[in-house]
C-alpha cells in the first residue's frame, strides 16, 4: 500500500468515528444506536465546579449556572466532539431537537432559548 493510501484509509477511519452530539448525529449513525436500546452516556461535565453539562461544542449548562455560551467554562465541551459513543444531557426534549438544560431554557448543540416547557 502507497503511503498516499495509507493517509486516505486512516482519514476515512477518522472520519467514521468521530462523535457526535446525539441531536446532531447523520441519519442512520449514532442516533440508530437509540433504537438498539443502547446505554448513551451523559455528556462531559463542564463549567465552575464541573456542574454543568455538555450540550454542544461551545454550550455548558446547570441548573444552578445557567448557560455558558462559547466562554472559557465551554472550552472543555469540544473535547465531546472526539469521544466515539453517543452522550446525552438534560431533562425531558424540548423544541425541535433541544432538551431542557436549565429552568426555562432549551439547548440544542446549536444554541440555547427560552422555552416555557422547561419552566419548573
Not at 27 to 32: L, Y
Not at 66 to 84: D, N, S
Amino acid at each position: 500500500m502507497t503511503a498516499p493510501s495509507l493517509a486516505c484509509c486512516l482519514l476515512g477511519l477518522l472520519a467514521l468515528t468521530s462523535g457526535c452530539y446525539i441531536t446532531n448525529c447523520p441519519v442512520g449513525g449514532k442516533r440508530a444506536a437509540l433504537d438498539l436500546d443502547l446505554d448513551v452516556r451523559k455528556c462531559l461535565p463542564c463549567g465552575p465546579g464541573d456542574k454543568g453539562h455538555c450540550f454542544g461544542p461551545s454550550i455548558c449548562c446547570g441548573d444552578e449556572l445557567g448557560c455558558f455560551l462559547g466562554t472559557a467554562e465551554a472550552l472543555r465541551c469540544q473535547e465531546e466532539t472526539y469521544l466515539p459513543s453517543p452522550c446525552q444531557s438534560g431533562h425531558r426534549p424540548c423544541g425541535d431537537e433541544g432538551r431542557c438544560a436549565a429552568d426555562g431554557l432549551c439547548c440544542s448543540p446549536d444554541g440555547c432559548r427560552t422555552d416555557p416547557a422547561c419552566d419548573p
